[in-house]
């Protein structure tokens, strides 16, 4: 019963890790891809209207 105990206190730690690991990234990929749709839409209100732009 101890070793399956501490088999899953390991396992729970390893996942918790990776889970860190993956999170991280991500985080910061949506936030790039958030302020860039940003920055695409305040540029396109800022942007004077052509007759190309309809």
């Given at each position: 019963?101890?070793?399956?105990?501490?088999?899953?206190?390991?396992?729970?730690?390893?996942f918790?890790?990776?889970?860190?690991?993956?999170?991280?990234?991500?985080?910061i990929?949506?936030?790039l891809?958030?302020?860039?749709?940003?920055?695409?839409?305040?540029?396109?209100?800022?942007?004077?209207?052509?007759?190309?732009?309809?």
């Amino acid at each position: 019963m101890q070793i399956l105990q501490s088999g899953y206190r390991g396992l729970s730690l390893l996942f918790e890790i990776s889970l860190d690991r993956i999170m991280i990234p991500l985080a910061i990929i949506v936030g790039l891809a958030g302020g860039a749709m940003i920055g695409t839409e305040l540029f396109q209100l800022q942007a004077p209207e052509t007759q190309f732009m309809h």
